[in-house]
Every structure is written in structure tokens, then in C-alpha cells.
């Protein structure tokens, strides 16, 4: 009967455990969300004051894992009144018809040590693209640090239409960067 225990004890020891994912929730007040354009190739940083990250992740088992980032795109705030006044205009944001921007991700990966890459689908002046969101993630505890950037083909989603959408004044690209403080869910 020892015997019989013993080999079943041991046999239990070689089923790989199931990691349950764990759910993450933004600390609002500890993030930023940070955007740079460049105007006659000097920097034009902003900011979007209002956004919310949620993220499900377990690092074993990228199949359980999810991001999913809203963006209240009223809150671009470039430190400027005319230049906030403009970019929730059709040519820009058009906040009245979009005033949300959002990001999904259901392939959220370990790329090598504590880098990821997220890869969804940006849904953002009613226009939907796939982009790949690289970051870095620390964890202490309950709480975590998701950090990176990632540049934006502002054309895709006719960001700066009419006399806008050449790239000689205002660049084709905008950085976004976001430093994004999350706690684990209870």
C-alpha cells in the first residue's frame, strides 16, 4: 500500500501546475499616457489626462492573457488652449464623433525577460489597425509598472486631414509612451 501511495504522490509531482492568469487595474493617479508629434521636426509632446488599463496576464501561458486600454481622447492636452481647441477638430481627434480611443490585445507575450509585446487592434477615429505595443513589466508584490512606447502612423487613422496630412510640417509618426502603474486585483 506504501508503495501505491508513494507512486502516486509521484506521479502528481509531474503534472505541470495550472498558473492561474492574474488581473491587473490601473492606478489612475500613478500613470501617464504621453504622446510626441513633431512640428517642423521639433517635438510637440501632449498628453491625454483620462485612460484606463486593464490587463489579464499570467506569464506562462500567453493564452490567458489580455490587455484592453481606453482613451478619452477629450483629454489631449498639449499645454496650448489654441492647439487643444484644434486637435478636437474634424481635421484632428474629431472628438465629437470619436471621443474614445481603445486598444485590445488577446496576445499579450513574454518576449525575453522582463519585455512583452502586446498585439491588438487600435480603434481610434472610428478607424481600426493591428499594432504591436512593446513594454516592459516589473512587479513588486501587488503592484506593477508597465512601460513603453510605440510609434503611430498618424495617416492610418486620418489624424491631420486637409492641409494637414502632408508630412513637411506636422511628422508622420507620433510616439506614444505610457508609464502605467497597475494593482492586483482582490
Same mark, same amino acid.
Not at 43 to 52: E, S
Not at 86 to 105: Q, T
Given at each position: 500500500?506504501?508503495?501505491?501511495?508513494?507512486?502516486?504522490?509521484?506521479?502528481?509531482?509531474?503534472?505541470?501546475?495550472?498558473? /492561474?492568469?492574474?488581473?491587473?487595474?490601473?492606478?489612475?493617479?500613478?500613470?501617464?499616457?504621453?504622446?510626441?508629434?513633431?512640428?517642423?521636426?521639433?517635438?510637440?509632446?501632449?498628453?491625454?489626462?483620462?485612460?484606463? &488599463?486593464?490587463?489579464?496576464?499570467? /506569464?506562462?501561458?500567453?493564452?490567458?492573457?489580455?490587455?484592453?486600454? *481606453?482613451?478619452?481622447?477629450?483629454?489631449?492636452?498639449? !499645454?496650448?488652449?489654441?492647439?487643444?481647441?484644434?486637435?478636437?477638430?474634424?481635421?484632428?481627434?474629431?472628438?465629437?464623433?470619436? /471621443? +474614445?480611443?481603445?486598444?485590445?490585445?488577446?496576445?499579450?507575450?513574454?518576449?525575453?525577460?522582463?519585455?512583452?509585446?502586446?498585439?491588438?487592434?487600435?480603434?481610434?477615429?472610428?478607424?481600426?489597425? /493591428?499594432?504591436?505595443?512593446?513594454?516592459?513589466?516589473?512587479?513588486?508584490?501587488?503592484?506593477? *509598472?508597465? +512601460?513603453?512606447?510605440?510609434?503611430?502612423?498618424?495617416?492610418?487613422?486620418?489624424?491631420?486631414?486637409?492641409?494637414?496630412?502632408?508630412?513637411?510640417?506636422?511628422? &508622420?509618426?507620433?510616439?506614444?509612451?505610457?508609464?502605467?502603474?497597475?494593482? !492586483?486585483?482582490?
Amino acid at each position: 500500500m506504501k508503495s501505491l501511495v508513494r507512486l502516486a504522490c509521484a506521479s502528481l509531482a509531474l503534472v505541470p501546475s495550472v498558473v /492561474p492568469a492574474t488581473d491587473w487595474t490601473m492606478d489612475a493617479a500613478a500613470s501617464r499616457l504621453e504622446f510626441v508629434a513633431t512640428f517642423e521636426k521639433s517635438a510637440a509632446p501632449g498628453a491625454f489626462k483620462d485612460f484606463d &488599463a486593464r490587463l489579464r496576464l499570467n /506569464p506562462d501561458r500567453a493564452g490567458d492573457n489580455r490587455l484592453d486600454v *481606453t482613451i478619452d481622447v477629450t483629454t489631449a492636452d498639449m !499645454k496650448s488652449g489654441d492647439i487643444n481647441k484644434a486637435i478636437r477638430g474634424p481635421e484632428w481627434f474629431d472628438v465629437a464623433r470619436f /471621443p +474614445k480611443a481603445e486598444f485590445h490585445a488577446s496576445d499579450v507575450r513574454r518576449e525575453e525577460g522582463d519585455r512583452y509585446v502586446a498585439r491588438g487592434t487600435l480603434n481610434l477615429k472610428g478607424l481600426q489597425q /493591428p499594432v504591436e505595443v512593446p513594454f516592459t513589466w516589473t512587479e513588486a508584490a501587488d503592484t506593477a *509598472t508597465m +512601460k513603453g512606447e510605440v510609434a503611430v502612423k498618424r495617416s492610418l487613422f486620418s489624424i491631420g486631414t486637409g492641409e494637414w496630412a502632408t508630412t513637411n510640417v506636422i511628422g &508622420a509618426d507620433v510616439v506614444v509612451r505610457f508609464n502605467v502603474r497597475l494593482r !492586483k486585483d482582490r
